[in-house]
């Protein structure tokens, strides 16, 4: 076992000094790049098609290391300034039209009807969109890239691909028939009805308010992406249905059933675009964006921007790779940073499915003091925007969500397993010593027991009284109106309109209208857009990625001795998981 250990720590090790050469590298481009910022503006053509590479999706917030963000060398824009390059170029004379090349997978429901929306504004300014994909979907899958590629003016399929545009499943797996038969009990207690996150644990299929409430989101996304679908080619609903029908179908099959408009290979696509366009020059969107289509205008009002992504926890953030997660304490910050430096609006961007309730307390904290401080707060809720990621936006003036954005899920839930049971049935036998009434309470070897599970029921009810509490203030609701939509309930964006917890459907840049509208300026007045917290310069932030790795080499290193010694004797302090996903 030591031995495999050692090993381990090798690899891993390894691999950790391997992205220390990495960064290493990046100090190095960080400080030649430096010095040449000023000469990365790029020249836009008089007539211009932009060019953009959605395959594998359109990442929500950017994962490149930091120095390589600031150097402009990250070839994949986050949504947002995707959206944003979006939105300027249906206004942009010089731009011609916008070719896309996408394999449909990657995209969430949200960001599907983001992109589409933007698609179509380029469509109604007179631009020509092009969209090529070598299949969507094959088997199965297909539904959202098929879906936005019905927003394009020309579509096109490679000719061996197909269309998987097969309709919504949801499969879940059940576990109780497996826990009880390995003696393995788990105890949960949640508030309410439809917070069913670990119905998988306790139940042998879904409870009546969990099959309720699947039902009706499946229902709504159907009935958006079949009338999405039928609107973009112009079908009828009937059509679009016996398509899903009939689907998986082959390139000349969805072709002639209206779905698509070419079977060709991509530079047949590209001199398609070249006569309708009437250019034969291209720009990738990326490039777009470094250009002076984007250049900062003088006095114009300055708009805090913080992106809160990935499951929430508490704590800072200690990635130097960028964060898919939401950690309080970071974000917090970046929101503080934004008021302290006095802008004139905070424009929030949550995708989030929930996490620890401490945290999103934490961030909502910081939303509040924003608005106290009489700064405007919009909250742009992306892909999912539930428990938590709802806690951390119900304080904001005004939220906007898309329709199938999954909102809500105002509950509370906690579980444990106890595994005492299967390991007695093992033959292992377990000694425990406690000091203090409820020392226990977070052991994953026994149940709780009555006393322990009062002192549970207490502080799930005492979060759930808050969470409703803190939606009636920010939504200017009575607790009791909060309540009869709250329930633990996930709804989609639209349903979440219909109830009060959203204000508006919407998008990014429906937001950055709203940001207008809450400053009282001209609904097409420039906006300074600055992220926070604010990015660092190439070689510091480069430095900065060096120091963390470092960090993170030394620490798996002593990890993997530690392991390959064999075990010690120790004291350790396991805290209640306590979280609102």
Sequence with gaps: MRAVARWLGRLVTGLAFASLVLVVALVGLAWWGSGRLAEREVAVPDRVVLVADW????????????????????????????????????????????????????FGLAQAWELRRAVEQLNDAGKFTALYADTLGELGGGMIGTYLASAFEHVQLQPLGSLGFTGFAREQPYLQRLLNELDIEVQVVKREAFKSALETFTRSGPSPASEAATEAILDGLFAEFVDGVAAGRGLDVAAVRAAIDGAPLLAEDARGRGLIDAVAHFPTLEDTADEAAGTDERLPLAGYLRSDAFAAVDDAPVVGFVHAVGP????????????????????????????????????????????????????????????????????????????????????????????????????????????????DDLGIDLDRSTRGANAGLGSVFETWDEGELAKVDSLVDDLYRAFLEGVARGRGMEVAEVRGVAGGRVWLGRQAAANGLVDEIGGFNDAVVAVRRALEVEPDAPLAVQPFPRPKPPFPAALEALGRLTRLTAELDALWSELAAGPELRFEARPLPVRTE
Excluded: N, Q
Aim: hydrophobic fraction near 45%; glycine fraction near 12%; aromatic fraction near 4%.
């Design 55 to 106: 395959r594998g999706g359109v990442p929500e917030k950017s994962r490149a290391p930091a120095p390589v963000v600031a150097l402009g060398l990250d070839g994949r824009p986050a949504l947002p300034d995707v959206l944003r390059a979006l939105d300027h170029a249906a206004e942009d004379d010089r731009v011609a039209g916008l070719i896309v090349r996408t394999d449909g997978a990657g």
């Design 312 to 423: 929430i926890r508490r704590g800072e953030s200690d990635d130097p790779f960028g964060d898919l997660e939401i950690a309080g304490d970071t974000v917090a910050a970046a929101i503080d940073a934004a008021r302290e430096a006095e802008v004139d609006a905070l424009l929030l961007r949550v995708s989030s499915p929930g996490g620890s309730a401490v945290a999103s307390e934490t961030v909502g904290a910081a939303v509040r003091r924003a608005r106290d401080a009489g700064i405007p707060v919009v909250v742009s809720m992306g892909d999912v925007a539930a428990s938590g990621g709802y806690w951390i936006a119900m304080d904001a003036d005004r939220i906007l969500a898309a329709p199938t954005t999954l909102t809500g899920s105002i509950g509370v839930i906690l579980g444990k397993p106890a595994f005492g049971a299967f390991l």
